[in-house]
Each structure stands twice: as structure tokens, then as C-alpha cells.
């Protein structure tokens, strides 16, 4: 019996040995493979938070998500450049273009507008006396008028007394001669014909009523007057308007102004009259940018007798050979949009799938293209197809990409310095102390607490004297009171973080002005407030504390910047 149980110990113990020797060293050889494999990981990121880079495996120290491998194959690479398998760019269908200098097919700009009346020749009918209007009849806009004719008719206890006066002084005309002459005289000053004076002696009763009789010919526009009210001496009646000629008037961006003129020839079209074209010239181009719309006013004026255009509408405008015969373009498929920004990708070696990213600056838009200004050059590859693949694969790399840009953390450099008069110096502290009050209630997410804090923050910022202060001053006072006081009126937590973003953007611009300062002031940024937009904001503290997620995600964040 024990020999049987010895036999099979033997047994067993020889299967382990080989067991081991055949299996446990392939099990070794597939850990080196995979060891072999991990050997390529370059270093480990967050997907959400690409500046964030480590050595090692672990988790992100902002939202505490699993880092990822980043792979590099190819040392030689900039650090701004990404590398991509053959296989992701045959999944991503990717494509690029070389961008050149050709001669355009349309060089044509097309400019968008609409008819509005020659301000020139408008004009406003007025009455000359104090009065009531009795009758109007001239009631519609758009009704012709010439003139001289007949408006309406107006009740004057001015002018009724005036005429009485005329009738008594007709009684001794013969021996108070200058008497008569200065009663007749004052009804000619309120526009009475002889043949009206005449006519009043000779009945011998003054007018109730006076007849209110058109200054200019021309089409009215508006009307302000109504039967019944009253209207004091110079106060408008009608606004007339002679469309014998109009203006066109056209909007055009700020990167089409370098091809635009005065004199240039353009050619007006509407869908009102298709197949007609009209040629006229560039009269005049507004001096002053529309900063809310970006353009800029060309106005053009046309010749109107044939009462072709009519004010209100739509015409397009068409200006030949603005561009020049050649110009670099790049197509529209290759440009990726952020708001403001405009980039493409781009391939810097033909023979390697190795990608970055290009801030450009677009001008004009001809077909399918757009010029380029600045930030790529001829011969120059672009990715014109799957652009939004590589900007994610760049975002995943923590490689520069539409999330990223040269004024990181929210836009908080400016481009002028801000001097702080003495009373805003003085007052400043107090300022930022109620900030970071409302900020550290934000972050314990104390709607409350918030509430009463931004209102106590309104009340200083409504202390300060904006009028003494520069304009880029009074824009930031200014965004400050109308945000604090939002704050203090919203009741959800929610709303109370939106209204923080333009708050902070604000302060963090002032305060980054400011000079010996008592103690440094962090400036610390989270790119997933506000939808993944980005947000910043103060704090006395190093230590990442986010008032835009609290508890939620209380430490995602990094300290941009210290103010000292």
C-alpha cells in the first residue's frame, strides 16, 4: 500500500517538473512579449486631462481616472508631433492635400446686403406753430407726395390769436400803418400766403383751422402724427424720403477690407428682378469696425428713377479680381474651427504618418477653398479628410489640438497693461477678499452662503467710480457687477457657477495687474468646467480646490500661474 501511494508521488512530481518545463518557461517568454510590447509605452496621460504626464501606470491626479499608455515609436519626432498606426489611418480614412499657389478659377468676392433709403436726401416735415392736428390726410407710409400738397389741416390758438389781432389792426391801418404792416408780417413768418391774408380780411373772420402743406416731394417712410394730439413748434410730423437714388449697403468681414475701395466697380443683383444686373461704384466705406458683428459698412448709391429698389430689400453685391491671379488656399474640409481659431493638421513628412497641428489665418472664402494668410506655406500636406480623427488622437496624446491653445487657462492674458488709479488700489483688496469668500462657499457648494457673499461683492464693486476709470477698466467693473449680481439672485448652485466663469475671467485679468501685493495670489484652471470649455480662477491657497464641481470633482485643476 505505501509503495502504490510512493509510486504515485513519482508520478506527480516528474508531471510538475515537466509541466514547468514546458509551460512555465513559454508563460516566461509571453511575459517578456508583453514586457517587450510595454517597452514602446514613451509615458502614461489622462484622456481628459492631456497635461497631465507621468512615468509610470496610476491615476490622474485631477479626476482620478486610469491614465493611459502613450506610445512612441519614431524618438525623432518633435514633441508636438504624433505618430499614427497604418491601421487607425486606413479606419479613420484619412487623406491629406498639398497646398500650392494656383491660379483661382472665381475671383469673384460676393458681398451680402440690403436696400436701405439715401439718408441724403431724407427729410422731415415739421409744423411751424404750436397746435393740435385736426386731419391728416396723408395716413399710410409709402404714400407719394408732392410738394405743396395739402397734409392736413391743424387747430392753432396761437395763430387764432394772431389773425384777430390782424383784423383789429386793419380798422386803423391808415393812421397805424407799421401796426397793420407787423400784424400781417407775423402770418407771413408762419408760411401764410398774401392771397390767405386777403382772404381772411375780406371775410373778416380768422381761420379755426390752417392747412398744413408738404415742404419737399418724396415718398414717406413714417408717421408720427395722429389726429388729435398736440405738437409743439419744430416737433416732426412726417419723414420723407426722395428714392430717386438709394443706398445699397453691404456688410464685409474685417479679412475682405484689404480688396475693397472707394470708386471699385460692383455689381448689384436681386432675386427681385433676376437676370438684371446693375454696375455701379463703391461710394464710400465706414471708418469704424462693428465690434459685435466683425464687419465693417460698405455702402454703395444707386441710381433709382425707375423705382427698381425698394428700402428693406435683399441684394447681392459682386466685385471681380479683389484676390489677385494667385493665391495659397487650402480646402474647406481641412480647416477645423474653435471658435475664434482656425487650424488644420499637418503632415510634415510625406513617407511617415506623423501628424501636428497648425494654427492658420484664414481670408477670403472662394468655392470650395479658403485663403490663407499665415501659418502654412506652399508644399505644405494637410489632412482634408478625417482631421477630426487626428485632433482626437492628438487630445488623447496630450499633443497641442483644438482643446489647447496659446492663451491656455481661459484666455487670461490681455493685451494692454491696466494701470490701477489710487482709489481702485485701495478698494481692490477688499474686492478680491469677497471673492474668495463667494469662491470657497462655491466650492462647499452653498448656494446660500454664495447668494448673500456676491451680494456684499456687488455692493463694493457699485462703490467704485467707473467714470474715472479707462475703458478696458469699466469693461471689467462692469462684468463684474452685472455677474456678481446674478450670482446673488440665482438660487441654484448650477446657475451660481455658470455666472463665476465671466466673474473670474475678469478678476484674474485685474488682479494679474496688480504689484506688491501682500501675499501671492494662485491662478489655477480646470478644462473641464463649463462643458469642457475651461475655467479659471483665484486663490490664496496652492491646493487645487474646484469651484465649479465642489465634492464632485473637488481637486481637478492645475495652478497656471502665481501672482506676486
Known amino acids: 500500500m505505501l509503495k502504490r501511494f510512493g509510486a504515485y508521488f513519482i508520478v506527480l512530481l516528474v508531471g510538475l517538473v515537466f509541466g ?8 516566461e517568454s509571453g511575459k517578456q512579449k508583453d514586457s517587450s510590447n510595454i517597452g514602446h509605452v514613451h509615458s502614461w496621460t489622462c484622456s481628459m486631462h492631456p497635461q497631465i504626464k507621468s512615468k509610470e501606470s496610476g491615476d490622474c491626479p485631477l479626476c482620478g481616472m486610469d491614465l493611459t499608455p502613450v506610445s512612441v515609436n519614431n524618438s525623432e519626432i518633435d514633441s508636438q508631433q504624433f505618430k499614427m498606426t497604418a491601421n487607425a ?15 483661382l478659377k472665381s475671383n469673384t468676392l460676393v ?15 415739421t409744423t411751424i406753430f404750436d397746435g393740435r392736428i385736426e386731419k391728416l390726410n396723408v395716413n399710410y407710409v409709402g404714400q407719394y407726395i408732392k410738394k405743396g400738397q395739402l397734409l392736413g389741416s ?28 407787423a400784424a400781417r408780417n407775423t402770418l407771413g413768418l408762419w408760411k401764410m400766403t398774401d392771397e390767405q391774408v386777403d382772404a381772411i380780411i375780406k371775410s373778416g373772420k380768422p381761420m379755426m383751422n390752417f392747412p398744413v402743406y408738404a415742404d419737399v416731394s418724396g415718398t414717406v417712410t413714417e408717421i408720427i402724427a395722429a389726429e388729435g394730439n398736440w405738437y409743439k413748434q419744430g416737433e416732426a410730423l412726417y419723414k420723407v424720403s426722395n428714392l430717386y437714388t438709394v443706398w445699397a449697403i453691404f456688410d464685409a468681414y474685417e479679412n475682405q477690407l484689404p480688396g475693397l475701395k472707394v470708386g471699385q466697380e460692383i ?28 464687419t465693417i459698412v460698405v455702402r454703395v448709391t444707386l441710381n433709382n428713377k425707375k423705382q427698381h429698389f425698394k428700402p428693406g430689400m435683399f441684394v447681392q453685391g459682386e466685385i471681380e479680381g479683389v484676390l489677385g491671379k494667385e493665391v495659397l488656399t487650402v480646402p474647406k474640409s481641412a480647416v477645423l474651427w474653435t471658435g475664434k481659431r482656425s ?6 513628412n510625406p513617407n511617415v504618418p506623423v501628424f501636428e497641428m497648425a494654427q492658420i489665418t484664414l481670408g477670403e472664402m472662394i468655392g470650395d477653398s479658403y485663403v490663407v494668410l499665415e501659418g502654412v506655406t506652399s508644399g505644405d500636406e494637410v489632412v482634408t479628410n478625417g482631421a477630426f480623427t487626428i485632433d482626437a488622437a492628438a487630445q488623447l496624446l496630450g499633443k497641442k489640438s483644438m482643446m489647447t491653445s496659446k492663451r491656455s487657462g481661459d484666455n487670461l492674458q490681455v493685451d494692454s497693461e491696466l494701470t490701477f488709479n489710487d482709489n481702485l488700489k485701495s478698494e481692490f483688496p477688499k474686492i478680491i477678499s469677497a471673492y474668495m469668500e463667494l469662491k470657497d462657499f462655491l466650492v462647499a457648494s452653498n448656494s446660500h452662503k ?20 479707462s475703458k478696458d477698466f469699466r469693461i471689467h467693473i462692469n462684468t463684474l457687477k452685472e455677474t456678481a449680481e446674478k450670482i446673488a439672485v440665482s438660487k441654484t448652485i448650477k446657475e451660481q457657477r455658470v455666472q463665476f466663469k465671466p466673474l473670474s475671467k475678469s478678476i484674474v485679468i485685474l488682479a494679474g495687474n496688480l504689484s506688491h501685493i501682500d501675499q501671492p495670489i494662485y491662478v489655477q484652471y480646470c478644462p ?9 480662477w483665484l486663490s490664496f491657497d496652492d491646493e487645487v480646490l474646484n469651484p465649479y464641481y465642489g465634492d464632485k470633482m473637488l481637486h481637478c485643476g492645475s495652478v497656471l500661474k502665481t501672482i506676486q
Request: hydrophobic share 40%; charged share 20%; aromatic share 8%.
Open 450 to 469: 454664495s447668494m448673500l457673499k456676491a451680494g456684499d461683492l456687488k455692493e463694493l464693486l457699485n462703490a467704485i467710480d467707473v467714470a474715472v476709470l
Open 528 to 536: 473641464m468646467a463649463d462643458n469642457n470649455k475651461g475655467g479659471s
Open 20 to 27: 514547468y518545463l514546458f509551460f512555465g518557461t513559454k508563460s
Open 343 to 348: 487650424i488644420v493638421y499637418v503632415k510634415p
Open 267 to 294: 455689381t448689384i443683383m436681386s432675386n427681385a428682378f433676376k437676370g438684371e444686373k446693375l454696375k455701379s461704384k463703391i461710394s464710400f466705406i465706414e471708418p469704424v469696425l462693428n465690434s459685435d458683428s466683425r
Open 111 to 125: 458681398l451680402s446686403g440690403k436696400i436701405e433709403s439715401n439718408e441724403k436726401t431724407n427729410s422731415v416735415q
Open 154 to 181: 391743424i387747430y392753432s390758438p396761437e395763430l387764432y390769436a394772431a389773425q384777430d389781432k390782424l383784423l383789429t389792426s386793419v380798422s386803423y391801418k391808415d393812421t397805424h400803418k407799421k401796426l397793420y404792416a
Open 89 to 103: 489611418m486606413a479606419l479613420a480614412n484619412i487623406e491629406t492635400t498639398v497646398v500650392g499657389f494656383g491660379s
